[in-house]
């Protein structure tokens, strides 16, 4: 007899770094395979309608072949639709992988497939599931949620904004192309290339800072970006919250934060803010980034940031 298997469904966003670069890595992958349905996308759009059928065929696992931009797509799809979220299983298939790699099938989008499939050829797959609370972003004037893991603002975006044109088309392993956008982004801080953007943070009523930043980022990961790990003073992990850190524009600031960024470790310090939070809001006109997707902000429409949504991943190591 046939071993039944729980339907379970992929979504392709063509346009990934990985994905447009190696076109149809995954068709062999998903031959023979029964009870998978593949959608491959073009954008955000698609997934309305793919959620729907999702739904449809009783789709316990979601399989997301994509960089963080089309996790981040995924996610605020998912925490819209009517229907219960499934178990989302995230491969790294963009130029920034950094959602997939910390909560997702691991660095390698071969082998991460490989044991997602092991894991439900064996059944067990609901005993390899983990909840996050995911970072959502509230826009302001009436506009769409947005959720994700890595939320950017103030000067450094300009930065990101540059190494997104002229550093990530590269053909460059992802470490080195990493290495390099730290480099940029401390080069624009040191040089004072950037002379600091308004921001004005309350953490629920309460004033936290106000004035000029160079950068300020939030996520809900355990890692701020490439590699670096906050060290709050507000003491161990507590429920529903996601790190918060900003940094002040000037050379002095950045040549005092060079060591922590080189140890790999943020803790508050002068010109330095790094704390927990459940909810805050920020006060400024610019651009800003989820999850190296670009937005635009306005000043009279306050940007809301919360973790208190949740969802489940599967595990990429046992």
Same mark, same amino acid.
């Given at each position: 007899?046939?071993?039944?298997?729980?339907p379970?469904?992929?979504?392709?966003?063509?346009?990934?770094?990985?994905?447009?670069?190696?076109?149809?890595?995954?068709?062999?992958?998903?031959?023979?395979?029964?009870?998978?349905?593949?959608?491959?996308?073009?954008?955000?759009?698609?997934?309305?309608?793919?959620?729907?059928?999702?739904?449809d065929?009783?789709?316990?696992?979601?399989?997301?072949?994509?960089?963080?931009?089309?996790?981040?797509?995924?996610?605020?799809?998912?925490?819209?639709?009517?229907? /219960?979220a $499934? *178990?989302?299983?995230?491969?790294?298939?963009?130029?920034?992988?950094?959602? @997939?790699? &910390?909560? +997702?099938? #691991? =660095?390698?989008?071969?082998?991460?497939?490989?044991?997602?499939?092991?894991?439900?050829?064996?059944?067990?797959?609901?005993?390899?599931?983990?909840?996050?609370?995911?970072?959502?972003?509230?826009?302001?004037?009436?506009?769409?949620?947005?959720?994700?893991?890595?939320?950017?603002?103030?000067?450094?975006?300009?930065?990101?904004?540059?190494?997104?044109?002229?550093?990530?088309?590269?053909?460059?392993?992802?470490?080195?192309?990493?290495?390099?956008?730290?480099?940029?982004?401390?080069?624009?801080?040191l040089?004072?290339?950037?002379?600091?953007?308004?921001?004005?943070v309350?953490?629920?009523?309460?004033?936290?800072?106000?004035?000029?930043?160079?950068?300020?980022?939030?996520?809900?990961?355990?890692?701020?970006?490439?590699?670096?790990? /906050?060290? $709050? *003073?507000?003491?161990?992990?507590?429920?529903?919250?996601?790190?918060?850190? @900003?940094? &002040?524009? +000037?050379? #002095? =600031?950045?040549?005092?934060?060079?060591?922590?960024?080189?140890?790999?470790?943020?803790?508050?310090?002068?010109?330095?803010?790094?704390?927990?939070?459940?909810?805050?809001?920020?006060?400024?006109?610019?651009?800003?980034?989820?999850?190296?997707?670009?937005?635009?902000?306005?000043?009279?429409?306050?940007?809301?940031?919360?973790a208190?949504?949740?969802?489940?991943f599967?595990?990429?190591?046992?």
């Amino acid at each position: 007899m046939t071993k039944a298997f729980a339907p379970l469904a992929v979504i392709t966003n063509r346009g990934s770094t990985l994905n447009a670069r190696q076109e149809s890595w995954i068709t062999p992958w998903l031959s023979g395979q029964p009870d998978i349905h593949h959608f491959p996308i073009e954008s955000g759009a698609d997934l309305t309608s793919v959620l729907a059928r999702c739904a449809d065929l009783a789709v316990e696992t979601l399989v997301v072949n994509g960089g963080d931009g089309t996790a981040s797509l995924v996610f605020s799809a998912v925490l819209a639709a009517p229907t /219960p979220a $499934p *178990a989302l299983a995230l491969l790294p298939s963009g130029k920034t992988n950094m959602t @997939s790699t &910390r909560w +997702g099938m #691991g =660095a390698n989008k071969e082998e991460g497939l490989a044991r997602l499939f092991d894991l439900r050829r064996r059944g067990v797959l609901a005993q390899n599931l983990e909840t996050h609370n995911v970072l959502g972003v509230d826009p302001g004037g009436g506009r769409a949620l947005q959720y994700g893991a890595f939320f950017g603002a103030a000067d450094v975006v300009e930065g990101i904004l540059f190494c997104r044109r002229h550093l990530y088309p590269l053909p460059l392993p992802h470490g080195l192309s990493h290495a390099a956008a730290l480099g940029v982004l401390m080069g624009r801080s040191l040089l004072q290339t950037g002379k600091g953007s308004d921001v004005t943070v309350h953490d629920h009523e309460s004033l936290v800072e106000s004035g000029r930043f160079f950068m300020i980022v939030a996520t809900a990961l355990d890692e701020m970006l490439l590699g670096l790990r /906050p060290t $709050p *003073a507000d003491g161990p992990e507590l429920a529903s919250t996601f790190h918060y850190m @900003s940094l &002040r524009p +000037g050379t #002095g =600031a950045a040549l005092r934060a060079v060591p922590r960024f080189l140890s790999r470790r943020i803790n508050p310090g002068r010109d330095v803010t790094v704390r927990r939070s459940q909810r805050m809001t920020l006060k400024f006109s610019g651009p800003y980034t989820l999850d190296g997707e670009m937005f635009m902000a306005a000043a009279d429409r306050p940007v809301i940031l919360d973790a208190t949504k949740t969802l489940r991943f599967v595990r990429g190591i046992s």
